[in-house]
């Protein structure tokens, strides 16, 4: 199989913005740490390649192994790669580097969301940093979710997808976006998605893609959970 994709196993975390891509290509790859230890998978796995991926490592997960020895790594750097390739990004230098910046932003965003639950020390508990988890959240919910998504709102002015007529691997990752703030923060997402009609379109149409429709339906879909970067901790919504 050509492509390997890294990312640790039990969550969707940033390998899901990869998978989606992959899924609606139908681009067969390996999700190694899912994979059974006896053939060659598993988290182990992942760290070894983590930690030998020269001569172009990569600093941490989700990262793509092409016909087993090119490693590419950074969510962004991946789709770019991944767009191009699979027919998810326009041919132009100036429509591909537009997507690329549409990601960029959504990479962005997911980054704050991610900071809601661990604002101080990453390597540290939720539990462990709850006032500044709860001032964070509340500053994302009330300012940050709403200016990501009028922006979003207004890419979507002019086009049915981000980019014009075509979908694009940064559709994708819009709609993982979206679904995560909403699993995240369903009271802040349902007030804000009121005033961004377009993004929510845009998000169910990308649900209904037949590709996408049943990677959603599938077992290898990990629903979200509270180890991912879209935590439901009811405290941070509002
Ligand atoms: N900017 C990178 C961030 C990668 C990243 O933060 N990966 C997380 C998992 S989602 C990780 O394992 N980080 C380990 C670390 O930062 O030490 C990307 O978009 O791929």
Redesign the pocket.
Known sequence: MPYELH??PGLQ???EFIRLALEDAAVPYRDVARAPSDQGGGPDALVERLQTGAPHPS?????LVVDGQEVL??????LLFLGQRHGLAPSDDVGRLWVNQLQLTI?DL??EA?DTHHPVD??AYYADQKPEAARRAAAFRTARIPKFLGYFERVLENSAWLAGSACTYADLSLFQAVVGLRYAFPAAMARCEAKTPRVTALTARVAARPRVAAYLASERRVPFNETG?FRRYPELDG
């Open positions: 990312y640790w975390g940033r390998g600093f941490a997960p989700p990262f790594g950074q969510t962004a750097n991946v990479a997911v980054a991610h990453l390597d970067i």
